[in-house]
């Protein structure tokens, strides 16, 4: 492969999405020899390469405008998340937080049960159980979709928690996390009171 192809390849394969070195190791080789190029290429459309060697994963992040500069149109949409799917994904970080603290495995492997176990605390008591697990399976394919769980091959309910969603739901936010899971609470008992009502 070309140098200039070798860019293409990986620019173009970073604006889909994620890019991981699990996934295709080949690309991630790529992307690892050339990211000073990426970066400088990418600059130009106000992104910056965000890539983490250690955990294996690259994407792409808007630029903060910088100030008295018109804002240029956003090539990386954001995406406006509902609460249940705030939750799962708050669940899961905490949940791969104390993984790392207490295994030396590389991959934290989740069952769709462990999942919907995790969330059914936070959903109304209802006798319709069938109806809340096709809630939070329909809310587990959207976090599928997103990158930040992978279905593991010849399985529909095992699935891997994704390094990165240690980028999207930081240190920060997840030591702020018992203040976002009682706000979480408290939602979730206003709706299952709205529903009585």
Same mark, same amino acid.
């Given at each position: 492969?070309?140098?200039?192809?070798?860019?293409?390849?990986?620019?173009?394969?970073?604006?889909?999405?994620?890019?991981?070195?699990?996934?295709?190791?080949?690309?991630?080789?790529?992307?690892?020899?050339?990211?000073?190029?990426?970066?400088?290429?990418?600059?130009?459309?106000?992104?910056?390469?965000?890539?983490?060697?250690?955990?294996?994963?690259?994407?792409?992040?808007?630029?903060?405008?910088?100030?008295?500069?018109?804002?240029?149109?956003?090539?990386?949409?954001?995406?406006?998340?509902?609460?249940?799917?705030?939750?799962?994904?708050?669940?899961?970080?905490?949940?791969?937080?104390?993984?790392?603290?207490?295994?030396?495995?590389?991959?934290? $492997?989740?069952?769709?049960? #462990?999942?919907?176990?995790?969330? +059914? !605390?936070?959903?109304? @008591?209802?006798?319709?159980? &069938? %109806?809340?697990?096709?809630?939070?399976?329909?809310? $587990?394919?959207?976090?599928? #979709?997103?990158?930040?769980?992978? +279905? !593991?091959?010849?399985? @529909?309910?095992?699935?891997? &928690? %994704?390094?990165?969603?240690?980028?999207?739901?930081?240190?920060?936010?997840?030591? #702020?996390?018992?203040?976002?899971?009682?706000?979480?609470?408290?939602?979730?008992?206003?709706?299952?009171?709205?529903?009585?009502?």
């Amino acid at each position: 492969m070309t140098d200039a192809n070798a860019l293409s390849v990986a620019v173009v394969s970073l604006m889909k999405g994620i890019v991981d070195r699990e996934s295709d190791p080949v690309l991630w080789q790529s992307l690892i020899g050339i990211q000073a190029r990426v970066r400088d290429y990418v600059a130009c459309l106000g992104l910056d390469l965000m890539l983490d060697e250690a955990e294996g994963y690259a994407y792409l992040r808007q630029r903060a405008g910088e100030e008295g500069a018109p804002d240029l149109p956003r090539l990386v949409p954001r995406r406006q998340l509902g609460y249940q799917i705030s939750l799962m994904l708050a669940l899961l970080r905490k949940k791969l937080a104390e993984f790392d603290a207490t295994s030396s495995e590389p991959r934290l $492997i989740l069952g769709r049960n #462990d999942i919907v176990e995790m969330m +059914r !605390l936070f959903f109304p @008591d209802t006798s319709n159980q &069938v %109806r809340i697990n096709d809630r939070i399976g329909a809310n $587990i394919n959207h976090i599928v #979709d997103m990158g930040f769980l992978r +279905r !593991l091959r010849g399985t @529909d309910d095992k699935f891997e &928690v %994704r390094r990165i969603l240690k980028a999207f739901v930081d240190a920060q936010w997840l030591a #702020d996390f018992d203040r976002n899971l009682a706000a979480y609470r408290s939602h979730s008992l206003s709706e299952q009171a709205a529903a009585v009502e």
